[in-house]
């Protein structure tokens, strides 16, 4: 059984193409790495004993993704996480992620269509509730305006989805992630920012490791307990393996709707100061921060309700957040051994 996965050597995807692959799926990974490396299918092949096909294009090219369905007339499902990420990037730059996520996602929607694929797995965010008014946040809590044109660019293709599922044959899971972090057991795979990271777990790692000097933590004078704001933190690998039941469930024609929205998170929130806790209890690791002034567009508590995933997806998160950051260490540890070779 064949699956395109898109954005397949990026953070999220590769650790997904590992768990297809162990569940003894065939998978074509595009990428046009631009914030990924080719070296991942190595390390991809090295923990599941098999290499996937990578094609490197891109898919905001209409021309190729429509041909690339075309030679791949076997696909059954697509996952699709290739778009660009950076939330303070896409204020900067706004017209360059609407085009690069809106326009890939209906290239290859039209090329689904065309060549009768009709099983999407999107990669969307919590990022769409903004500051829900209810906690934990259920898959019905209302969408609220983005904040950021990432956010938007997220809003904007769920609706992509939900009008093409009404129009043509083809049908949509989205899957909202809270916030992954951490890394494959192997530290084979695992999160590789480009430059200064802006998520909390790789600043920390590299903080740790001596990359930076200090982690900033954003504010403690939120209305939390110890003041730092609150997220739902998820091992990628749970969140990986929502996406191998999700696109079974859509082969298997298990769908209750066309298009249908999970919550990926655990349903627990930790505090930033309670990671960096974590993060020191679990690997000895002193680390060196301090507090400063909030960050712009900061939520300030936001986790899951994941029960309708778990009933209706039979997917539980299973790693706490002690193996979360562990693992995310390790990958960082074994990142910097192999550049210093
Ligand atoms: C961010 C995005 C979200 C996106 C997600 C995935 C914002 C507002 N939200 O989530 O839309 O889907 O990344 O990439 O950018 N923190 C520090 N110091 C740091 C970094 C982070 O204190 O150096 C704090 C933040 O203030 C926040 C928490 O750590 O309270 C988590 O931050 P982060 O990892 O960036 O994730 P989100 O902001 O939740």
Redesign the pocket.
């Known amino acids: 059984m064949k699956i395109l996965v898109t954005g397949g050597t990026g953070y999220i995807g590769s650790h997904t193409v590992v768990e297809l692959q162990n569940k003894g799926f065939e998978v074509v990974i595009v990428d046009n790495l631009s914030n990924s490396s080719a070296d991942i299918v190595d390390n991809i092949e090295k923990i599941t004993g098999v290499r996937p096909l990578l094609e490197v294009f891109d898919l905001t090219d209409f021309d190729k993704t429509m041909d690339f369905f075309t030679r791949h007339n076997d696909i059954k499902g697509v996952i699709h996480f290739a778009a660009y990420?950076?939330?303070?990037e896409s204020v900067e730059k706004p017209l360059m992620y609407y085009r690069n996520n809106l326009v890939s996602l209906m290239n290859i929607l039209e090329s689904m269509i065309a060549n009768k694929v009709e099983n999407l797995v999107f990669s969307s965010?919590?990022?769409v509730y903004g500051q829900p008014d209810e906690l934990p946040v259920s898959e019905k809590a209302p969408i609220k305006k983005a904040?950021?044109p990432?956010?938007n660019t997220?809003q904007i293709s769920e609706e992509i989805i939900q009008d093409s599922v009404k129009a043509y044959d083809v049908k949509g899971i989205a899957l909202r992630?809270f916030?992954?972090?951490g890394a494959h057991e192997s530290a084979l795979i695992g999160e590789l920012p480009l430059g200064v990271?802006?998520?909390?777990?790789p600043?920390?790692t590299q903080t740790a490791i001596g990359i930076r000097d200090q982690?900033?933590?954003?504010?403690d004078d939120y209305p939390t307990p110890d003041g730092?704001?609150?997220?739902d933190y998820i091992h990628v690998v749970d969140l990986a393996k929502a996406h191998v039941i999700a696109v079974n469930r859509m082969i298997e024609g298990k769908m209750k709707k066309d298009f249908e929205v999970f919550n990926l998170g655990t349903g627990k929130g930790y505090s930033?100061l309670e990671?960096i806790n974590a993060f020191e209890k679990t690997t000895g690791q002193k680390l060196n921060y301090k507090i400063v002034e909030?960050?712009p567009?900061?939520?300030i508590e936001?986790w899951a309700d994941p029960t309708f995933s778990n009933q209706e997806l039979g997917w539980k998160a299973e790693k706490g957040i002690d193996e979360m950051v562990l693992s995310a260490w390790n990958w960082e540890k074994a990142l910097r051994s192999k550049n210093k070779d």
């Open positions: 990420k950076a939330v303070g965010s919590c990022t904040e950021s990432y956010g997220k992630y916030n992954p972090i990271p802006n998520n909390l777990v600043f920390i982690l900033k933590v954003f504010g730092t704001p609150i997220r930033v990671v909030r960050r567009g900061d939520v936001v």
